[in-house]
């Protein structure tokens, strides 16, 4: 970190979503109401996985570690963004922000690798369905799960420490609710073409190479599916992966929007809008789309209400 950045910087100003004090209490009830969705649905979905012994698969197992995934990842945002709603003050520290930037940036890489990781496992369980059980075997189960773990939080480091690592020449004010990596660099007074051009690399790497892996693994899905002679069969199949997929378009379609785009092509505050989509949206929709579509969760679910 250069000297200068240390003996400045030390606190940053968000400028959050809006500077109108109606607006600001419109959308602190709404982001409360979010996120109490969110608590309330990833840690349900945690427990029926926990308690149900027909939810003990490796499909519910991944499915138990997303909840872990959505909770983490949208407290690491939606508390602080809560209270600036209703704070005049929206200055947050510098350790803060590293730490807010850290922890969102792991989590959601590591949500990155874990929906490869379920696309694997429901490949494995359509396309060599006999072999299932050996190949996906509660070991195997729980080295992907700490990997993917891992990944995330070994793989942000260097992101963060290139983001923090330019000289802004003490400006501070970050055109957003929270510490995003993209709007950090805005604020570098200095050529950053090469920091931006690792993260945009970096970027490829932790969002591009897994949506091709999961692209590839469901056409085989989808050529196993087409196979089927049961109607029945083929429509209980596609709805279970019909789930995985709509997350996936919405985790990855919002993310690689904000991430993966030319900086001076961003329109005012259209970064925000996406940040909201990938940091609360989806860990709200996310239980739903599960739940809804997955009869076994519902089943669960009742039974739970029924003890």
Not at 36 to 41: D, F
Not at 71 to 76: A, I, Q
Not at 108 to 125: H, I, K
Request: charged residues 15%; positive net charge.
């Amino acid at each position: 970190m250069h000297l200068k950045n240390e003996t400045i910087l030390r606190e940053f100003i968000l400028l959050g979503l809006s500077s109108d004090p109606k607006t600001q209490v419109a959308l602190f009830i709404v982001f409360t109401l979010m996120y109490t969705i969110i608590l309330i649905g990833n840690f349900l979905i945690i427990v029926l996985v926990l308690t149900d012994a027909n939810l003990q698969t490796p499909m519910y197992f991944f499915l138990c570690n997303l909840s872990f995934l959505d909770l983490g990842y949208s407290t690491s945002t939606l508390p602080r963004t809560l209270k600036d709603l209703l704070s005049i003050n929206k200055v947050i520290s510098y350790g803060e922000c590293v730490a807010q930037m850290y922890t969102g940036l792991s989590l959601g890489e590591s949500e990155c690798v874990l929906l490869v990781v379920m696309a694997y496992d429901r490949y494995v369980a359509i396309c060599y369905p006999l072999h299932y059980t050996t190949i996906m075997s509660k070991k195997v189960c729980i080295r992907l799960a700490v990997g993917t773990w891992m990944c995330g939080f070994f793989l942000s480091a260097p992101v963060v420490a290139l983001a923090f690592n330019i000289d802004t020449c003490g400006h501070n004010v970050i055109n957003h609710f929270a510490c995003e990596v993209t709007e950090v660099l805005s604020l570098g007074c200095e050529n950053i073409i090469v920091v931006e051009f690792i993260i945009f690399i970096v970027s490829i790497i932790i969002l591009l190479t897994p949506v091709i892996f999961i692209v590839i693994s469901y056409i085989y899905i989808i050529q196993n599916i087409l196979k089927i002679a049961s109607s029945s069969g083929r429509r209980k199949v596609f709805s279970t992966c019909g789930s995985h997929m709509m997350v996936v378009a919405i985790f990855y379609g919002t993310t690689m929007a904000s991430y993966m785009k030319p900086r001076s092509s961003s329109l005012p505050g259209t970064d925000k809008v996406i940040a909201i989509f990938y940091a609360i949206v989806t860990p709200m929709l996310n239980p739903m789309i599960y739940t809804l579509r997955n009869n076994d969760v519902k089943a669960a679910f009742v039974k739970l209400i029924k003890k």
